[in-house]
C-alpha cells in the first residue's frame, strides 16, 4: 500500500530548530518529487518547499528561504525538513507530499501532517 508517513513536529521556542522526516512506503520513491505544505490555522495550504526525484535541485518559499532545509536519502526512501531559526509564524501543521510529474498543490500522495508549533 502506497503511503507517506510525515514526523517530527513538536514545540519549539521562538529561533529554536526542528527536523520533519517523509518516509514512503510501497513505491518507487527515487521517480517522486517531494514536497512540503503547511496550514496555518485559519489560513490556506501554501508550499513550503520542494525537492526533484534525484535531489539536484530545490526550491523554497521565500518566508524560510535561508531558514529550512530539504533533502533526501532514496536509499531510506525517506526526505528530510531542517527547519532552523524558527518564528511563530511558522506555526502550522506540516504535509509531505510526493508526485511523478514535481511539486503543485494537487499531487498525488499526501502524509497525514504533522504539527509546528512555535512559542515562548
Known amino acids: 500500500q502506497l503511503r507517506l508517513v510525515d514526523s517530527g513536529g513538536g514545540l519549539v521556542q521562538p529561533g529554536g530548530s526542528l527536523r520533519l522526516s517523509c518516509a514512503a512506503n510501497?513505491?518507487?520513491?527515487?521517480?517522486?518529487?517531494i514536497g512540503w505544505f503547511r496550514q496555518a490555522p485559519g489560513k490556506e495550504r501554501e508550499g513550503v518547499s520542494c525537492?526533484?526525484?534525484?535531489?539536484?535541485?530545490?526550491n523554497y518559499a521565500d518566508s524560510v528561504k535561508g531558514r529550512f532545509t530539504l533533502s533526501r536519502d532514496n536509499a531510506k526512501k525517506t526526505a528530510y525538513l531542517q527547519m532552523n531559526s524558527l518564528k511563530p509564524e511558522d506555526t502550522a501543521v506540516y504535509y509531505c507530499?510526493?508526485?511523478?510529474?514535481?511539486?503543485?498543490?494537487?499531487?498525488?500522495?499526501w502524509g497525514k501532517g504533522t504539527l509546528v508549533t512555535v512559542s515562548s
Open positions: 525537492i526533484s526525484d534525484s535531489g539536484l535541485s530545490t
Open positions: 507530499a510526493a508526485d511523478t510529474s514535481g511539486c503543485h498543490s494537487g499531487m498525488s500522495y
Open positions: 510501497g513505491f518507487t520513491f527515487n521517480y517522486y518529487a
